[in-house]
């Protein structure tokens, strides 16, 4: 047909072009968000594994605590020979326990301060491809 209209083949190929960039863009930034996705998920599993096995460990240490306390303040009221009373060696050994638990507190809070919870490598992989996206015009 005489009447139709074709576009110049500059125009086609540059449309084309265009269409094919934006559905790479949109790619990758579905594969960054599933990158995402992935490193979080292992973080978690990571940390929930830590945080069982804490609870755990803490649980155990808890009961041997309590028994060993027992046991330290009948063993200071017998070497005493009783001259201390037996609320004065509880105080003693709760007073000894309160140290400590409050310096394991502290190291407790700096190691959790130093946990990162955010995907560090798809952050950087981001910004990678923005900047190539931002170099490439």
């Not at 990758?28 to 609870?55: H, P, W, Y």
């Not at 000894?96 to 507190?105: I, M, N, P, T, Y």
């Not at 190691?111 to 190539?132: G, H, I, Y």
Request: proline share 4%; charged share 15%; net charge neutral.
């Amino acid at each position: 047909m005489a009447n139709e209209v074709h576009a110049p083949p500059d125009e086609a190929s540059f449309a084309s072009l265009l269409r094919g960039i934006i559905n790479d863009v949109g790619d990758l930034i579905r594969q960054e968000i599933r990158f995402a996705r992935t490193e979080i998920k292992s973080d978690v599993r990571k940390a929930t594994r830590a945080g069982v096995t804490l609870a755990l460990g803490v649980g155990a240490a808890c009961l041997g605590v309590v028994l060993v306390a027992f046991m330290m303040v009948y063993l200071i009221y017998t070497l005493s020979n009783e001259t201390i009373p037996l609320w004065g060696c509880y105080g003693i050994v709760a007073a000894v326990f309160l140290v400590v638990g409050a310096g394991l507190g502290v190291l407790g809070l700096q190691s959790f301060k130093t946990q990162n919870p955010l995907p560090d490598q798809t952050a950087q992989s981001v910004k990678e491809n923005v900047e190539w996206i931002m170099n490439s015009k």
